[in-house]
């Protein structure tokens, strides 16, 4: 088994930056396929970002396309979501998700393990 914890949410202005982490504990996170999801009040949880088991492989969201960038640092059992240019509408709790099989990257039903989440403000 693997848990995994969100940190480095918090209040941000739009147009600054913010850099979420998520660390993996129990196991080596470097097998797993890494994914971030997010819920807002009163909206479905979100489909954000996600990256393969080598880092060789990113995918976005359209709404977070150019802006987010997600990498990982698979000696620290660490994955990162940098958030550049945050907008109000990305105000939500972000959670971060792996997954032991190939499958599809969006699809939150397909990962095993979920952090707690941590909340993102984005002020304008």
């Known amino acids: 088994q693997v848990q995994l914890v969100e940190s480095g949410g918090g209040l941000v202005q739009a147009g600054g930056s913010l850099r979420l982490s998520c660390a993996a504990s129990g196991r080596s996170s470097s097998t797993y396929r890494m994914g971030w999801f997010r819920q807002a009040p009163g909206k479905e949880r979100e489909f954000v970002a996600a990256i393969s088991w080598s880092g060789s492989s990113t995918y976005y969201a359209d709404s977070v396309k150019g802006r987010f960038t997600s990498s990982r640092d698979n000696a620290k059992n660490t994955w990162y979501l940098q958030m550049n240019s945050p907008k109000p509408e990305d105000t939500a709790v972000y959670y971060c998700?792996?997954?032991?099989?190939?499958?599809?990257?969006?699809?939150?039903?397909?990962?095993?393990?979920w952090g707690q989440g941590t909340q993102v403000t984005v002020s304008s």
């Open positions: 998700a792996a997954r032991i099989r190939p499958s599809a990257y969006d699809d939150p039903s397909k990962y095993d393990y």
